[in-house]
């Protein structure tokens, strides 16, 4: 239940000064930025939240109200009001007497660590695109569904069109190949029952038992690949990722008249994975 925090504000508001006609002159690096007037729209006990969250993170072992009020230099009433509030929120926890960072607060923690992985996944692929000179996909097999997370292509290596849904088609692409033969048989034949073989090029297998005999012949970690399966001009290839029970992977792709380019492709993917797996292992939730 949302709390209005009626007490006084700290330090009043000081007025807006008026902008500069002429912008100001550039900055040495490094030189320190003097703290501008505050917008008279801000709101003063969200300031002082965020004031005490920061403070409460810097203390792992906990502190006390009367030790957070000095260090932000709250009131010590206004203190204790907007901690009830953050302790009822869930974004801080009272622990005999001390107060630690929530569950709320970790989420968000998380979710910053998350985008952080994410950027560093997107960042690896990029330059895999670059030194390769293909496009590159990274997918995972999560909650029985084969999901692509991360694309990196480019204007000279565009990535190959969606043009039937990547989900349900796995038994076709390099990607989803890849994922299925990562998994035992048993869960391959769940996932075939709700997402059945279909011909979508001349090139595709015809039936599950064929991919299955397929699957069951690929070895722990090597490179999975199809030629036009998926689609007629385009060939696949994807290099698997297993950590404990989740299945990855990294593919690309290339146009049918760069055929030649595949396995050496394949191959040099291959070796780039194997050098960052461990980093790929940390990022692949996501």
Do not use: N
């Amino acid at each position: 239940m949302a709390t209005v925090d009626t007490a006084p504000a700290e330090t009043p508001a000081l007025p807006v000064q008026p902008r500069p006609r002429t912008p100001p002159a550039r900055r040495p690096s490094g030189m320190a930025v003097p703290r501008q007037p505050a917008p008279t729209t801000l709101i003063g006990s969200v300031q002082r939240a965020m004031r005490l969250l920061e403070t409460v993170a810097a203390h792992p072992y906990g502190a006390p109200a009367k030790q957070l009020a000095r260090a932000t230099g709250l009131a010590l009433p206004t203190t204790y009001h907007l901690l009830r509030t953050l302790v009822h929120e869930g974004y801080l926890r009272r622990d005999k007497g001390l107060f630690f960072l929530g569950d709320a607060a970790e989420r968000l923690s998380s979710s910053g660590a998350r985008e952080k992985r994410r950027g560093r996944v997107a960042d690896t692929l990029a330059h895999w695109r670059d030194s390769i000179g293909a496009p590159m996909y990274y997918a995972m097999y999560r909650d029985g569904e084969v999901e692509v997370l991360c694309v990196a292509d480019s204007r000279e290596t565009p990535a190959a069109e969606e043009w039937a849904d990547f989900r349900e088609t796995g038994h076709a692409h390099a990607i989803g190949q890849c994922l299925l033969s990562q998994l035992d048989e048993g869960a391959r034949r769940e996932h075939l029952a709700r997402y059945p073989v279909q011909a979508l090029t001349p090139y595709t297998v015809r039936d599950s038992d064929a991919l299955l005999r397929r699957l069951a012949r690929v070895r722990r970690m090597e490179p999975v690949t199809e030629r036009q399966e998926y689609a007629v001009g385009t060939v696949c290839a994807a290099v698997p990722i297993t950590v404990g029970t989740t299945a990855a992977t990294v593919a690309l792709s290339l146009p049918a008249h760069q055929a030649d380019r595949l396995l050496p492709a394949a191959q040099r993917l291959h070796a780039e994975v194997g050098r960052h797996v461990g980093s790929l292992a940390l990022s692949i939730s996501i």
